[in-house]
């Protein structure tokens, strides 16, 4: 992955997202919000996205955990009327240090499958991990490319394997606030840009250029999505 710190560091625009025990996300330091759809190419695979709505910039906000706010993506306070239990599972995150490595002759691909969302950009020209394996073939690597950085979660990381860089996009740092249309799901919310993520008692997650936060109640891996919202 790109910057894995333990520590959060003081940053300039201040931005920062903060888990509250069994209550929403609290956004902080005038972080974007935007709403985006993913978007199918003629054959119905997942190819691009595009950007429906952004909603007029706030310097705190409050953003629905539980999944049953009538004003999503903002918390109306629903989660103290149900109940909602929203205990923070992921910890340490153990699966960031354990990916599965796919080494092809010009990329390398680590999959950190436990982040997987299900955004299925990997899927297009026979996924990613053969366009891996074949990519000293340019146009397998510039898809191999184009998938990996189309993963929200960060699940799917691309390097170089001459240089040992990894290959990231860059990303203005915001929340963007993920719909698929074509099968009618509401995904999580895509942080970008390195925004901290902290825990409900202080700790800091691993800072990382993308990842995703569960906005239905239903993940198992909470803060984080796991894919959940597909099945409800």
């Known amino acids: 992955m790109t910057d894995q ?10 931005m920062k997202i903060t888990v509250t025990k069994n209550g ?5 330091g005038g972080v974007p919000l935007i709403r985006m759809e993913i978007c199918n190419d003629d054959e119905g695979y997942c190819r691009t996205w595009r950007e429906v ?6 310097e705190t906000y409050a953003l629905c955990r539980c999944g049953h706010s009538q004003h999503k993506p ?6 103290a009327k149900i109940g909602f ?16 490595i796919i080494k092809g002759p010009v990329l390398e691909l680590l999959d950190y499958e436990n982040l997987c969302v299900h955004a299925r950009f990997c899927m297009r020209a026979g996924g ?4 891996t394996e074949q990519s000293d073939v340019p146009e397998a690597r510039e898809t191999a490319i184009e998938e990996a950085c189309n993963c929200p979660s960060g699940r799917l990381v691309l390097k170089d ?24 799901e509401h995904g999580p919310l895509w942080v970008r840009g390195g925004i901290p993520v902290v ?7 691993h800072i990382r250029n993308r990842l995703t936060l569960c906005r239905c109640g239903k993940s198992e891996n909470k803060p984080f999505c796991d894919g959940s919202h597909i099945q409800h």
């Open 5 to 14: 710190k333990k520590t959060v560091p003081e940053q300039k625009n201040g």
């Open 85 to 100: 239990f929203g205990t923070e599972i992921a910890g340490s995150e153990p699966w960031l240090r354990h990916p599965l």
């Open 161 to 184: 394997q001459r240089t040992g860089k990894t290959i990231e996009p860059e990303m203005e740092p915001s929340i963007v606030v993920i719909e698929y249309p074509p099968r009618g």
């Open 128 to 131: 990613i991990w053969n366009l």
């Open 53 to 58: 709505e952004r909603f007029p910039v706030q």
């Open 199 to 205: 825990s409900a008692d202080g700790k800091p997650y």
């Open 24 to 28: 929403p996300y609290i956004v902080t």
């Open 74 to 79: 903002f918390c109306d306070g629903t989660h």
